[in-house]
């Protein structure tokens, strides 16, 4: 038998032993618990009434007494005691209530935070001698705690990689965004000129080119019948200059454009 063999029947040997502690002292122990919470209860049914009584009459007696025997001797002390040393006295008073109020707003919300911080630590703590009991009583096996370890390790890792990602996102953002705002200062609209529109589209050349041909073909025609019977040289004029107001009328679209 090899070490790891005796070692490994040690500690379920050792298991086993506790889970037949706890098998049989569970009962035993739920029992007193049961009994515990009983007799507190009636404790607390007998003895309530009783303390009661008991802390009323002592406040009424501690209020009888001072009232019949302290405050005569302190109204009698203070007549004696010199005007300064009563003013001193009771300004003391006030600065030590005032102290002890300061000190508790400054430690209250101290301590309620560290109870808040400390309670999840508390339930951590909790959960995780949950899930050790269980694993000793044999209910989740070390497969199951590895598996659940690398789901952690796998979602913390997933965790910071998204981060990472949104604060990369973030800074892209922003540089681009100075980027954006760098340049309009630097080239504002109204500094840039707009380009001269000298050049013609192939379309406008092509109207263009249209518009002279259809010129050229009156011109043609209008030559050929220079015989007698032809159009008058007036109706020659009117056609020429509807084609030229036609190309104008283009041109100015196109310059509007």
């Not at 340049?183 to 249209?210: C, F, I, K, M, Y």
């Not at 032809?230 to 454009?257: F, G, N, Q, T, V």
Request: aromatic share 4%; proline share 5%.
């Amino acid at each position: 038998m090899t070490r790891k063999e005796s070692v490994r029947l040690a500690a379920e040997s050792a298991r086993e032993s506790f889970l037949h502690a706890a098998e049989v002292v569970a009962p035993y122990a739920e029992s007193a618990k049961d009994a515990a919470v009983h007799y507190a209860q009636e404790a607390n049914e007998r003895l309530a009434p009783k303390v009661s009584s008991a802390a009323d009459a002592a406040a009424r007696q501690a209020r009888t007494t001072y009232g019949c025997h302290v405050q005569p001797r302190i109204r009698a002390a203070r007549t004696h005691v010199p005007p300064n040393v009563d003013r001193a006295a009771v300004n003391a008073v006030k600065q030590s209530r005032r102290a002890v109020r300061q000190a508790a707003d400054y430690t209250q919300p101290r301590i309620e935070s560290a109870l808040a911080a400390a309670q999840p630590v508390a339930e951590e703590l909790s959960s995780r001698s949950t899930a050790t009991l269980a694993a000793l009583r044999g209910q989740v096996s070390a497969k199951e705690v590895q598996k659940l370890v690398r789901k952690h390790e796998r979602r913390a890792r997933t965790g910071r990689l998204l981060k990472g990602a949104a604060l990369v996102g973030v800074l892209a953002g922003g540089a681009y965004a100075a980027w954006k705002w760098w340049d309009q200062q630097s080239n504002p609209d109204w500094l840039v000129e707009p380009p001269a529109a000298t050049e013609l589209s192939a379309r406008d050349e092509a109207a263009q080119g249209s518009f002279e041909d259809e010129l050229a073909v009156k011109e043609r025609e209008a030559g050929a019948e220079s015989d007698p019977g032809s159009l008058p040289s007036s109706a020659l004029e009117a056609e020429a200059e509807a084609a030229e107001a036609r190309i104008d009328a283009e041109d100015a679209k196109r310059k509007h454009r």
